[in-house]
């Protein structure tokens, strides 16, 4: 009797998953860009008003398709940065995700409270007073003090997005937040981050890649990393 034996190359194998995973992240950007458009279009075309003044569902609709647009965005970064193709982006294209973004929340922000939550479920995280961090529980003691059957409105949003346990909503508040760092820094030199340091006196550092020598941005001394403890590294 005789066995057969097949010799699979797991090199090769893992390379294949690794393309397909890949593909997938690049395929739903694609698709959740999509969606996000056609929802646009499909609830603004032929009409005149306001868009506060849509359906609550279909608000949800487009609302919903934009967040997972952005975070769909986000994922094809991070596979490029991966990857080493990742040039960075320019001014014009932070200005781009800013404007998507604060679009996304503008309509998000049309939303009730009810249909913002039902639309985005609050993360069902519950030991964040163990650790002391905002879980569940946090978030509902925050939405017990808002009116769940009013808009919730476009600046209130980002005072909201603070406290609200999201992961797909944090990513994207991110991603807002990282884009108005890059056109601030675009006008003054310094990214919103860095500003607030300086403001409260806190030293922020430059690192040089090449040397790991530290610059202080303020002063301008320079010194080695492990001669600076609780550094806040804003370059």
């Excluded at 404007?99 to 069902?124: E, M, Q």
């Excluded at 519950?126 to 002391?132: E, I, L, R, S």
């Excluded at 992961?167 to 937040?177: G, K, N, V």
Aim: hydrophobic share 35%.
């Amino acid at each position: 009797m005789s066995s057969k034996f097949t010799v699979i190359n797991s090199i090769d194998e893992d390379k294949s998953k690794e393309m397909d995973r890949i593909y997938r992240i690049a395929r739903l950007n694609e698709l959740w860009e999509r969606q996000y458009l056609s929802a646009l279009e499909r609830s603004c075309t032929g009409r005149i008003g306001k868009i506060s003044e849509l359906p609550q569902d279909e608000l949800a609709k487009i609302g919903l398709a934009g967040i997972k647009y952005i975070c769909s965005m986000r994922d094809v970064a991070r596979e490029n940065m991966k990857l080493g193709i990742d040039e960075g982006k320019t001014l014009e294209e932070e200005q781009v995700r800013f404007t998507l973004i604060d679009s996304v929340f503008t309509i998000l922000g049309c939303l009730t409270l009810r249909n913002f939550v039902n639309t985005f479920p609050i993360d069902k995280s519950y030991d964040g007073a163990k650790w002391q961090e905002k879980d569940y529980f946090y978030t509902m003691d925050v939405l017990s003090k808002m009116d769940w059957d009013k808009p919730i409105g476009r600046d209130e949003l980002s005072e909201l997005l603070w406290d609200y346990m999201n992961a797909d909503l944090r990513h994207a508040y991110i991603e807002f937040t990282t884009a108005m760092s890059a056109i601030y820094r675009s006008q003054t030199g310094k990214g919103i981050m860095e500003q607030w340091c300086e403001d409260h006196g806190i030293a922020t550092y430059t690192m040089d890649k090449e040397t790991g020598i530290m610059i202080n941005n303020q002063t301008g001394d320079i010194m080695k990393p492990k001669s600076v403890s609780h550094l806040q590294i804003v370059k």
